[in-house]
């Protein structure tokens, strides 16, 4: 996969998890071929799991990313998410911070 679909998936995880929390502290993205790993959390820890979701999700949604909420027995939230042509995988919440892993399907021409 090539490094723009890298940094344009990175780019609108980070909004999305910055839309549920502003103030978010991220570590280092992780790409290993297609995979990603995009995280980050709430530093002061001020928002609930719940909360995180729906308002990064409600985000994606916005910018024409498909979700499908995933039911849980635990504090832990998660959906599947999917940007057609770019990536797909499972943002979930624990913790009181965001996690994204899926993989890069970028499209190519």
């Known amino acids: 996969m090539d490094d ?14 910055r839309a549920a929390t502003p103030g978010a502290v ?3 993205d992780d790409f290993e071929s297609a995979f990603v790993r995009i995280a980050g959390w709430d530093p002061d820890e001020s928002r609930s799991n719940d909360m995180l979701l729906r ?14 909420p995933e039911i849980t027995d635990s ?15 499972r943002l979930y919440a624990s913790n009181r911070g ?10 190519r021409h």
């Open 55 to 68: 308002r990064s999700t409600a985000y994606l949604a916005e910018h024409g990313w498909q979700i499908f």
């Open 26 to 28: 991220y570590p280092a």
């Open 4 to 17: 723009e679909a890298r940094r344009r998936a990175s780019s609108e995880l980070r909004a999305a998890i």
């Open 75 to 89: 504090e832990d939230c998660s959906a599947s998410v999917s940007r057609v042509g770019l990536v797909e995988g």
């Open 98 to 107: 965001l996690t994204f892993t899926g993989t890069l399907t970028e499209a």
